[in-house]
Structures are given as structure tokens and as C-alpha cells.
């Protein structure tokens, strides 16, 4: 499995991950998500970094997103690579 770096607490700069790349997660998951809160994430150096968030979007549900951040070199853009539906508080944040 690919490393992965420990859990962390979101902070400001997760979040405005998360403002960027909500409506194409959106979009993805075929859902409108009214809140789109970073809640913790781990990341993982690759061609950029792969970012996995654990974002909660209401009530008990909550989503994992895999968002790429691409080096400067790359174009330095966010790219939504994977999302991972119906999750809960307490599901840990693994590789997907």
C-alpha cells in the first residue's frame, strides 16, 4: 500500500481545498452538498500531493475525497481523483 502520513486536524489551508474542489465533488458524486466542512485528512507525496479528506456534508453523513494538488511544475492545479460516499465520523482515513 502507499505511504500515507498520519491523521491530521484539518486546518484553514485544508478547507480551502475543500471551497475549491466542492462543486466538482459535487458533480462527481452525482449529490449537491449544502456543507462541505473539512473534518481531518492524511496526505501523500506524489507527483504533487494526493490530499484524502474526511469532509462532513450534513447531518451524520460524511464523505472521503482524494483531491490532488499538483507541483507548480504540473500546473499547480486541484484535481478531485476519487470520492467514497456514506462515512461516518469514525471511519478511519485509508488509501482509495
Known sequence: LPL?????????DTQKICDQVSRNTG????????????ISYRSQ???G???????HVGGDDYVHVRVLHKFSCYGG???VSKIQLHKTLDDPIEYF
Open 4 to 12: 500515507l502520513l498520519k491523521t491530521e486536524e484539518a486546518d484553514e
Open 27 to 38: 458533480n462527481k458524486a452525482g449529490k449537491r452538498f449544502d456543507l462541505f466542512r473539512a
Open 45 to 47: 507525496v506524489v507527483a
Open 49 to 55: 500531493t494526493n490530499y484524502f479528506i474526511k469532509v
Open 77 to 79: 492545479e486541484l484535481e
